[in-house]
C-alpha cells in the first residue's frame, strides 16, 4: 500500500514538471497584467525584537544618587518585543528572464530593558522603553 503512495506522488511531481515546462511565463488568465514593465505591490509584517547585553562590572554610579544613597545595578534584562513593518514592493521587467526587484519598508518595534537596581534598603525595578 505504501508503494502505491509513493507512486503515486512521485507520478504527480512529475506532472507538475511537465506541465510547467509547456508555459510561456505569462500566465493565461491575465496576459495583458504579466506583459506590463512595472508591477507595484505593498507587505505587511509582524516582528519581534530581540538583542544582546553584554555586562560590565558592576558598579556605583555617582549620578544615582537619591536620598544619600548609591545605587548598584543588580542585573539588566532584554525584554522581548513586538512591532510591525510596512512596505512597498515595486517590480520591473527589464528583459524577458531579467527583472529588478525592489522593496524599501519601515520597521516599528517596541524594545525594553529591565534593570533591577541594588539599593541598601531593597531591590528596586526600572524599565527603559524605546520605541
Given amino acids: 500500500m505504501r508503494a502505491i503512495y509513493a507512486l503515486v506522488i512521485l ?9 510547467a515546462q509547456q508555459s510561456d511565463g505569462y500566465g493565461i488568465n491575465l496576459p495583458k497584467f504579466y506583459r506590463q514593465k512595472l508591477h507595484f505591490g505593498f507587505s505587511i509584517s509582524g516582528t ?6 553584554v555586562p560590565k ?9 537619591i536620598n544619600a544613597q548609591t545605587y548598584q545595578i543588580n542585573t539588566i534584562l532584554p525584554v522581548n518585543g513586538t512591532g510591525f513593518a510596512l512596505g512597498f514592493v515595486g517590480d520591473a521587467r527589464l528583459a ?10 519601515v520597521s516599528y518595534a517596541f524594545r525594553k530593558i529591565e534593570y533591577r537596581l541594588n539599593t541598601r534598603i ?8 524605546n520605541l
Fill in 11 to 19: 507520478l504527480s511531481i512529475g506532472v507538475q514538471h511537465i506541465t
Fill in 48 to 53: 519581534q525584537t530581540d538583542f544582546v547585553l
Fill in 96 to 105: 524577458e528572464y531579467l527583472r529588478l526587484r525592489f522593496c524599501p519598508g
Fill in 57 to 65: 562590572s558592576n558598579s556605583t554610579f555617582k549620578d544615582t544618587i
Fill in 122 to 129: 531593597l531591590i528596586r525595578l526600572k524599565f527603559l522603553k
